[in-house]
């Protein structure tokens, strides 16, 4: 499984802010106290720390092509914004055999030494000499939001959120479920072991919950949240919660050829049983079936069988939509 990366989720979160206050039509930029307070990265540092990281983190941030501007706010203090109108990208239209070609350019781009270029404008941030580990992996490309991030459901879900209003979406909640729909009031967005979480008040379930945001489609922006973030909430912990109390974890075992499952035989959690057989412990159960889905026919799971089951789910799923 990929390692977080603690300097590009910073960042990520950074950029997160910089995109949320710049929805405010009367935007004056983040002053570095407004920074050092938001940024959950950043709570835990001396100021001079901060001040410090910060400078650093934005000249990271430049690099990547983020327009920042230093700015002074109406009191006279730094502050800084994005430049919305040199970070948006325009529309691009693309006739019949450019979208072929795009297209294929796209699936050659997952696999092998095309996957390191095959990036959104989001993991920009992993190529400022950060340690990010870029070579292709199947287990990275299941794991890793920023490459699967749908800019039109980032855009309404920071729109929600700035002007505190309720949306709706089309949830799936796992790889062979049904899409359904739920109703939220959004609170803001975290970014966390490369995967990126949209918290809010469950209309529906009337609690607080957390989405991942790669399996949230076609967001509806609606009227005025009725349920407003706590002041004393801390975000982070909300998923970190939330991830406790939702994901199964299990010990798998499987077999296959060491070259095929590579990504796997490399995790420190897996050892060697016999000849081309593993067990991994303390996995996520989601998480692995698609990975030995992606390693099928080559890499086999032999158990548990609630692990086997799923995996021939994903992969009659993966057959009937190829058929369509």
Not at 40 to 46: L, P
Not at 212 to 236: C, F, Q, Y
Not at 290 to 309: I, K
Request: negative net charge.
């Amino acid at each position: 499984m990929t390692s977080p990366d603690p300097h590009v989720e910073r960042l990520v979160n950074l950029t997160f802010a910089f995109l949320d206050a710049a929805h405010d039509p009367n935007h004056e930029g983040l002053t570095l106290e407004e920074l050092h307070e938001r940024i959950d990265a950043y709570k835990d540092m001396t100021y001079d720390g901060f001040r410090t990281t910060f400078r650093r983190d934005r000249q990271a941030l430049r690099r990547a092509g983020v327009p920042l501007e230093h700015i002074s706010d109406p009191g006279g203090r730094s502050a800084y914004r994005i430049q919305n109108e040199h970070y948006a990208l325009p529309e691009i239209t693309f006739t019949e055999a450019e979208a072929a070609v795009l297209g294929l350019a796209g699936d050659l781009g997952g696999k092998g030494a095309l996957a390191a270029f095959n990036r959104s404008g989001w993991t920009k941030l992993a190529a400022t000499g950060l340690n990010r580990d870029l070579a292709p992996s199947k287990l990275a490309r299941g794991g890793d939001d920023l490459a699967l991030l749908e800019p039109a459901v980032l855009d309404n879900c920071l729109k929600a959120v700035r002007y505190q209003k309720s949306i709706s979406f089309q949830y799936l909640p796992s790889a062979t479920a049904e899409a359904v729909e739920r109703r939220m009031d959004p609170w803001g967005l975290v970014s966390l072991r490369s995967r990126i979480y949209l918290v809010g008040f469950d209309l529906d379930k009337e609690a607080v919950r957390t989405f991942r945001i790669r399996r949230i489609h076609n967001v509806v922006v609606g009227e005025d949240a009725t349920h407003h973030k706590p002041a004393d909430l801390d975000l982070n912990d909300a998923v970190e919660e939330s991830l406790a109390q939702r994901y199964r974890r299990t010990t798998v075992v499987f077999t296959g050829p060491r070259l095929a499952a590579m990504e796997l035989v490399r995790d420190p959690r897996c050892e060697e049983l016999d000849r081309d057989t593993w067990r991994m412990k303390d996995v996520e159960h989601e998480e692995i079936v698609r990975t030995l889905a992606g390693l099928a026919p080559q890499v086999r799971a032999l158990e548990p069988q609630a692990v086997v089951d799923d995996i021939i789910a994903l992969l009659k799923l993966a057959a009937a939509q190829g058929d369509k």
